[in-house]
């Protein structure tokens, strides 16, 4: 028993003393786990480009803040363009191509060479949130310290340097060279300023995104007067969407309100009490609903054989108006890849078959590109298209020479005379027919309005498609107008070939100039 004991009174001993050392060991060696600070150290410390926080990962430093805007980010082009170069066969990536490809000071506020360009550490790899917003250093360095003052801003205006222009240009990537020549590249002095009538929601860059509900702290946010024209982040979401190209809306739904090109390209589709000119119709010419519909119109929309609006062109007004073209640079030693960015669907060409500026060349099958035509399949070859179109135009021609002929040129129906045609000769002996005051829209304006939406008056806001957006609504629109007026005014018949055109169209039949125009397209 003493021996059992002792045995006992050891090992309690034993026990106490090994939770000594152990509670010991926890007050003197004390471990304390903590968060790796929010950002690195820049490999160039001189610019204050952060860059990536963890390269294997593609996290910015900015993501590990803004993570909803990394998140998307992630998925864009800008997210891989590093990658891009390194998969190529060795010796074609050149020291030109990274400039584009990694984070320096192109895109931004820097003045002088930084980034990737300095010290190619990879950390700089990639196009990232400061390629536009430029150094971040100052900003993280504030936040902890309640300062976030300095606040990196993207740039909205294409003036001068430090936007997309730095890289999206040249023969290469020449969306900025073609899009500074395009109608989105200006501004109207007229229509930009006027905010309370809506025109600025599509003339003001600015404008435009606040009425899409876009909240982004660009640049001349605070500068009341100035003005922006459309540019690339106006289309296109830098931060990144769910549709292809980062576009802020689609371009292949039929939905006016959901399709990016038809939120400004469908305003004045027929005409009101005080207007009888439309107003960027084109949206809706494109889908068939757009015009004055006289008494008893009946369109038949299974008749839209050749619209553009079919699946056949399931981008719709992209479909055509943003069109690549590849053509030799002599000046470059190089190819040229035409964006598209005019956004013309048949450019006028230079000698080496690249797209230029000039819209007045002839519309031949060598003038002009008609890659977009036949690269969708619809129009077997560029002649096949030029002389559809040109049988398009000229039946548009004939129909409203009925409505008016603009003798003088100046986009102003004046009563005859000055100027012939139908609506003239009405003009002339009933001009209140056009009134502003009467609240009623008659026959004659909506007439002129037919006559200026599918016709070539000189008018910029019209659809100026000559008729090729939907030539069997304008041909239906146009015939249906003529008759009526004819009967409700009284006014003289048509010549016989025209004549022949309306009784044809009152019967149901499909014209023999559109059944040219439905053949050639194979529907």
């Not at 990537?173 to 109207?188: C, I, L, R, T």
């Not at 590109?369 to 040109?390: D, K, P, Q, R, V």
């Amino acid at each position: 028993m003493r021996i059992a004991s002792l045995c006992t009174r050891l090992a309690s001993v034993a026990t106490a003393l090994l939770l000594a050392a152990t509670l010991t060991g926890c007050t003197e060696d004390v471990i304390v786990f903590r968060d790796r600070a929010p950002f690195n150290p820049p490999p160039d410390a001189a610019s204050g480009f952060l860059g990536y926080y963890t390269v294997s990962a593609r996290q910015t430093t900015c993501g590990n803040c803004h993570s909803s805007t990394q998140a998307k980010w992630k998925e864009t082009r800008h997210a891989k363009a590093y990658t891009t170069l390194a998969s190529l066969p060795a010796g074609r990536a050149t020291e030109a191509c990274f400039a584009c490809h990694t984070l320096n000071a192109k895109g931004n506020s820097a003045t002088s060479p930084a980034g990737y360009t300095v010290v190619k550490d990879s950390a700089y790899r990639d196009v990232q949130c400061e390629s536009c917003h430029g150094p971040g250093i100052k900003h993280v360095e504030g936040v902890g310290q309640g300062n976030v003052a300095v606040r990196p801003l993207a740039k909205l205006s294409m003036d001068g340097g430090g936007n997309c222009a730095d890289c999206h240009s040249g023969s290469h990537y020449p969306f900025f060279d073609e899009w500074k020549v395009s109608g989105h590249g200006k501004f109207s002095a007229y229509a930009a300023p006027r905010v309370e009538s809506g025109c600025a929601n599509c003339h003001d860059g600015r404008k435009v995104l606040a009425a899409w509900g876009v909240e982004t702290n660009f640049v001349e946010r605070d500068q009341a007067t100035a003005y922006q024209p459309t540019t690339c982040s106006v289309c296109h979401n830098p931060h990144g969407s769910s549709n292809p190209a980062q576009l802020r809306w689609p371009v292949s739904t039929p939905d006016p309100e959901q399709n990016l090109c038809m939120k400004c390209h469908m305003r004045r589709n027929e005409p009101s009490f005080t207007q009888s000119s439309p107003h960027a119709p084109q949206g809706a010419v494109l889908l068939g609903t757009a015009g004055w519909r006289p008494p008893g119109f009946v369109y038949d929309t299974a008749r839209i054989f050749g619209s553009h609006a079919t699946d056949r062109n399931p981008k719709l007004c992209a479909g055509c108006h943003v069109g690549k073209i590849t053509a030799n640079d002599p000046n470059a030693g190089l190819v040229f890849q035409a964006t598209g960015h005019l956004f013309r669907p048949n450019p006028c060409l230079d000698a080496n078959g690249k797209p230029i500026a000039d819209k007045n060349c002839a519309y031949t099958a060598t003038a002009r590109s008609w890659a977009t035509c036949t690269g969708s399949g619809c129009h077997a070859n560029a002649g096949a298209a030029a002389n559809i179109f040109n049988v398009v135009r000229g039946r548009m021609k004939s129909l409203t020479d009925q409505l008016w002929i603009d003798s003088n040129g100046n986009g102003s129906m004046q009563a005859a005379p000055t100027d012939a045609g139908l609506l003239p000769t009405l003009r002339q002996s009933r001009p209140t027919e056009w009134s502003t005051t009467d609240n009623r829209v008659s026959p004659a304006e909506g007439a002129e309005f037919n006559a200026r939406l599918c016709g070539e008056y000189g008018q910029s806001t019209a659809d100026n498609s000559k008729g090729a957006h939907n030539p069997f609504l304008c041909e239906a629109l146009l015939t249906a107008t003529i008759s009526y007026i004819r009967s409700f005014y009284g006014l003289p018949s048509p010549p016989a070939q025209v004549e022949a055109m309306l009784t044809g169209a009152a019967n149901g039949q499909m014209p023999a100039g559109m059944r040219v125009v439905r053949d050639m397209i194979g529907r």
